[in-house]
């Protein structure tokens, strides 16, 4: 089992550029969540897909969007970059199927470095 | 919401020694509760985990943390300090949410282990 999985390692973009980071989740997950981990400070949730759909967002514009295809593998993709937007993009994948609790745990890539100059 | 709070954020300890990392967090209802490291340049590993077991929760690498619901703390400790314990440790709290749940990221302690 290869885990999870993320590409690139490493990107630079210049500012107002757009940028796609692809996933590939552990074997027999279903969901896939993204977050965001800035220079010195942890990860924060960015969104969810399950089923194809985001299900649950956190605090961050619309200029992110994301995909789920059918094979459980996603996209993060970043519109109209800023320097903040600068940060370690962590992509975790978990299963769904765990009725009525509260923890489903979930399993982190090693992350896209994305560098906005 | 649910959170935590990692009161430390830079701990040095010499090799050999005991390492205590604290956490305090805060939760409307019985919360499930992990610590994360993240060695330099590489992902997150999960060490341990609480999910309303035994408040006594034995990890990878001779980690544990205990769970205290009256101090509301989930402090990661490790008997002896190796070299190799070197890294960046996240306390996280998973939050539910309408449909599933995320997880919730205290900022982080930088452990340093002196020779």
């Known amino acids: 089992d290869a885990g999870v999985t993320q590409s690139p390692t490493h990107l630079i973009k210049t500012r107002g550029q757009q940028v796609t980071l692809r996933c590939s989740p552990k074997?027999?997950?279903?969901?896939v969540s993204w977050y965001q981990q800035a220079l010195g400070q942890g990860p924060q949730f960015i969104f969810q897909?399950?089923?194809?759909?985001?299900?649950q967002r956190g605090n961050f514009p619309d200029r992110f969007s994301g995909h789920q295809f059918p094979n459980y593998s996603s996209e993060l993709n970043v519109n109209a970059l800023l320097l903040g937007d600068s940060a370690l993009y962590l992509c975790?994948?978990?299963?769904?199927?765990?009725?009525?609790?509260?923890?489903?745990?979930?399993?982190f890539g090693p992350g896209t470095r994305l560098t906005v100059l | 919401a649910q959170s935590v709070t990692q009161l430390d954020s830079h701990v040095s300890v010499s090799e050999g020694t005991p390492v205590l990392l604290r956490c305090n967090y805060s939760s409307s209802y019985s919360p499930s509760l992990f610590w994360y490291v993240q060695h330099p340049n590489k992902g997150l590993q999960l060490l341990l985990k609480?999910?309303?077991?035994?408040?006594l929760v034995k990890g990878i690498n001779g980690f544990e943390a205990e769970f205290k619901k009256s101090e509301t703390s989930f402090h990661l400790t490790k008997p002896s300090a190796h070299m190799s314990d070197a890294a960046e440790y996240f306390c996280?709290?998973?939050?539910?949410?309408?449909?599933?749940?995320?997880?919730?990221f205290g900022a982080g302690t930088i452990l340093r282990v002196k020779s």
């Open positions: 897909y399950y089923e194809e759909e985001e299900r």
């Open positions: 996280v709290v998973s939050d539910l949410m309408e449909y599933g749940n995320k997880l919730v």
């Open positions: 609480y999910t309303s077991a035994a408040t």
């Open positions: 975790a994948s978990s299963y769904s199927g765990l009725a009525g609790g509260s923890y489903n745990e979930q399993f």
């Open positions: 074997s027999g997950h279903d969901t």
